[in-house]
């Protein structure tokens, strides 16, 4: 497929960091994961953000790899969970702090929105076609280039933000590669 730079820029995410929780928090690990009301820890707010976060940058790449037959679909997919995940991360809060971090998750959302509902028509008509002049690969190009240096400066700061608030509540992340 013709998105290079950004299937490279996937690799960048490897950051992503799920929270094994904090040591004076050990007592409320509640089985089967449930979180009871009144319990939201930092980790569970860690935890929520980054799940959300791992599965709109999976159907991102899902999009990305797309071919000719399912494009359009999986990009409704996509556009479809972001809608559900964007109206999640605003009912979702954590009472001493934490806006920082869901902000910077919020605005990546945010552009995956406006580059899939707005910016990605042109790429996907020239896809749909299956064969393309130079010109149009260029635009291929062009939007692949822009689309991962502004995603790599998004999730630069969604790691900043989440180191910030994970030593603030002396929160254990765990590598989450995928």
Same mark, same amino acid.
């Given at each position: 497929?013709i998105? #290079?730079?950004?299937?490279? @820029? ?8 799920i929270?094994c929780?904090?040591?004076?928090e050990t007592?409320?690990?509640?089985? #089967? #994961? ?23 940058i999976?159907? /991102?790449?899902?999009?990305f790899?797309?071919?000719? =037959? ?6 409704? #997919?996509?556009?479809?969970?972001l809608s ?9 809060e ?18 995956y +929105? ?10 996907e008509?020239?896809?749909l ?8 690969d ?7 280039? =822009?689309? @991962?240096? +502004?995603e ?5 700061? /969604?790691?900043?933000?989440?180191? @910030?608030?994970?030593? @603030?509540?002396s ?8």
């Amino acid at each position: 497929m013709i998105i #290079n730079k950004r299937i490279s @820029a996937a690799f960048i995410v490897g950051f992503l960091m799920i929270s094994c929780g904090n040591d004076a928090e050990t007592d409320d690990i509640i089985e #089967n #994961n449930d979180i009871v009301e009144g319990n939201y820890t930092p980790a569970d707010f860690n935890n929520d953000l980054m799940t959300m976060l791992e599965g709109s940058i999976a159907l /991102v790449d899902d999009v990305f790899t797309s071919d000719s =037959s399912d494009i359009s679909e999986s990009k409704e #997919n996509l556009l479809f969970e972001l809608s559900i995940y964007k109206s999640r991360i605003k009912e979702i809060e954590f009472e001493e702090g934490g806006d920082a971090f869901k902000n910077s998750v919020a605005n990546l959302l945010d552009f995956y +929105e406006d580059q899939f509902a707005n910016k990605f028509a042109p790429v996907e008509t020239i896809l749909l076609k299956g064969d393309w002049t130079d010109e149009e690969d260029q635009v291929l190009v062009d939007f692949d280039n =822009s689309f @991962a240096d +502004e995603e790599g400066i998004l999730i630069t700061n /969604v790691e900043r933000e989440q180191l @910030a608030f994970s030593e @603030a509540y002396s929160i254990q992340l765990v590598d989450r590669t995928f």
